[in-house]
């Protein structure tokens, strides 16, 4: 977690340490609402294939494969992990050569950088933003509004959720 000295080196303003304090603890809070707290998180994938694409650096610590309402807690010699793809494997306890239905993968992962960068970028919107009428022109009408600061918002904290099933 980023101090405000160290958001200062990223973001200008002339804001206050408290001001800029709220505005960070709230991005923070923004994204612990999004992904769940640093250091695990759970997806749910609906993969048709045999891989599941996981972030960088993740540890799978359980995963779940739920057919028809039927959660099956795998045993580790069901799935491997290779660099960031999780492979069903046609052997173990549960053998298959396919994910079927929903799977529920735990998985650990430092993403404390990606975390921060989020952060600076929610900060950074927050303190340029102004919402409203931005310009005028009488003569051949014309107003200009501000973007939209929740569609942007929403924008960037999609950067943090990025795993992908591939077939």
Known sequence: MLTVAQLREHVATDLPDTALTRLLDAA???IE?????????????????????????ATVTAVREDLDGAPVDLDPTDWRLRGQLLERLATGAHP?????GSVRVTYSLDDEALRDRVAIALVMLDVAARPGLESQQIGDWRETYAPDVAAARAQILAEITQPLALS
């Open 28 to 30: 923070y809070a923004d």
């Open 96 to 100: 298959r050569t396919a994910w079927l």
């Open 33 to 57: 609402r999004v992904v769940g707290p640093p250091g695990q998180r759970t997806e749910v994938f609906s993969p048709s294939g045999r891989w599941i694409l996981l972030p960088a650096a």
